[in-house]
């Protein structure tokens, strides 16, 4: 086989995701912290940055819940920002499509596009609860399906509305009669330099997955293990065709943790501390009444995993998601404590946060994330640092380089988009690539 013959390397996709308030060593609402990680995923040549968001601060028994108190800033408000201090970082926020209108939202996100030329990304997410709702005038909580629904008509009206313009910069009048959404009038913003601004989608349920291949860029994933992930991968790449889409149309990432050390022994002592330092005695216990849905503060954390079962409509923790199944992680999580001697505190700590870990030396790390890439259980990763803003400066320094002296990742920007640097078409009216 000749070398013109010889099939292309695959390289890594890397991506940073500002992990909302759990990690941060400074205030939410400081700039110079999202500056830092910026400039950083920027000169380790990462895909984009995304934020995360949540449109109410959680609750534990009624009070605000762990750091939540430091804010939440609204995140293309900050992403406009850092377009002025970034050259070709793509820049994503997650923004919710239950409490959210196309019109405004669209517009929002073509304006970011314009002024970044071109790197703006937007992370459908759905509110999964009643009690952010009541933020807004709407009330209520429509269920599952109808989230879902909604989501999938929010975002063709969006790319509709970015489809209004004619190519020579003329306004077209645009009409959406749909089941969620009855609009019309003109938008006020040109076409984006992207034609869409990319569009991400988290979740390994059946209709995040249906969802993803339907109407997604890039796919966020929690799986756990190398073959967990090629069967995701298979799975979901499988289901495009149905869309008149190709396997390329869809960057599948998902979202890991590192931590490195000199030596495997180091790299997992840095590991379980950083657990430790994250898990206190009282947050091990928070963590369990959020699955289990009732008051456990009578249990000793040193003690042994509750037998009683999780309540099916728990009241005690608001904002965040459930842990999937309840009974299930419940049950899994008692058989982890018996195994093992664990007490709920260590049940906690070696369950895990509920994504991948790479943990070991830069080069084991490299390899690693290179063979998850070349056999298909990934497109790359998004990587959620343990703290910010430093925490992703490991990482550039010291893995980066390995990476591309495999040949499996870039050694410069070669080109300007967020689409660019995912390997993604420009899309064209009615479906057709330009």
Request: with cysteine; hydrophobic share 35%.
């Amino acid at each position: 086989m000749t070398a013109r013959q010889r099939p292309r390397r695959k390289r890594i996709h890397l991506a940073a995701q500002v992990p909302g308030v759990d990690n941060t060593s400074r205030p939410g609402i400081e700039f110079a912290s999202f500056e830092h990680l910026a400039r950083t995923a920027e000169r380790g040549l990462f895909d984009f940055l995304l934020l995360a968001d949540g449109l109410r601060p959680r609750e534990h028994e009624g009070r605000i819940d762990g750091v939540d108190v430091v804010g939440r800033p609204e995140p293309l408000t900050v992403l406009g920002a850092l377009a002025a201090v970034t050259d070709r970082l793509g820049l994503a926020a997650t923004v919710d499509a239950t409490f959210n209108e196309p019109y405004e939202l669209a517009r929002r996100l073509a304006t970011l596009d314009h002024l970044s030329g071109g790197r703006a990304g937007w992370n459908v997410v759905t509110s999964s609860d009643a009690f952010t709702g009541e933020n807004f005038r709407r009330g209520g909580h429509p269920d599952r399906s109808e989230r879902f629904s909604r989501a999938a008509e929010f975002v063709a009206v969006a790319r509709e509305l970015w489809d209004s313009w004619t190519p020579d910069g003329v306004s077209r009048p645009f009409a959406h009669r749909g089941r969620h959404f009855d609009i019309a009038g003109e938008f006020t913003v040109p076409r984006p330099p992207q034609g869409h601004p990319v569009v991400l989608q988290a979740g390994d349920s059946e209709e995040g997955r249906e969802s993803a291949a339907a109407t997604a860029d890039v796919m966020f994933t929690r799986h756990g293990t190398l073959e967990g992930g090629r069967a995701l991968y298979a799975d979901v790449k499988k289901r495009l065709e149905k869309y008149g889409r190709t396997p390329d149309d869809l960057r599948i990432m998902p979202a890991v943790t590192v931590v490195l050390g000199d030596t495997v022994a180091e790299a997992r002592e840095r590991a379980a501390g950083i657990r430790r330092q994250q898990i206190s005695p009282q947050q091990a216990l928070r963590t369990l009444e959020r699955i289990w849905g009732v008051d456990l503060s009578s249990y000793d954390p040193d003690g042994p995993v509750p037998e009683i079962d999780p309540v099916p409509e728990p009241a005690i923790a608001q904002g965040r998601p459930r842990h999937g199944d309840s009974v299930a992680v419940a049950e899994k999580w008692r058989a982890l404590s018996k195994e093992k001697g664990l007490s709920i505190r260590q049940t906690v700590i070696e369950a895990g946060c509920g994504r991948p870990s790479f943990i070991g030396t830069p080069e084991a790390v490299a390899a690693e994330l290179d063979a998850c890439v070349r056999r298909d259980a990934a497109d790359g990763f998004v990587l959620v640092p343990h703290l910010t803003p430093g925490g992703l400066d490991e990482f550039v320094d010291r893995v980066v380089p390995l990476l591309q002296e495999r040949g499996a990742f870039r050694t410069e920007y070669e080109g300007a988009t967020l689409r660019s640097h995912l390997g993604l078409s420009r899309p064209g009216r009615e479906g057709l690539s330009t």
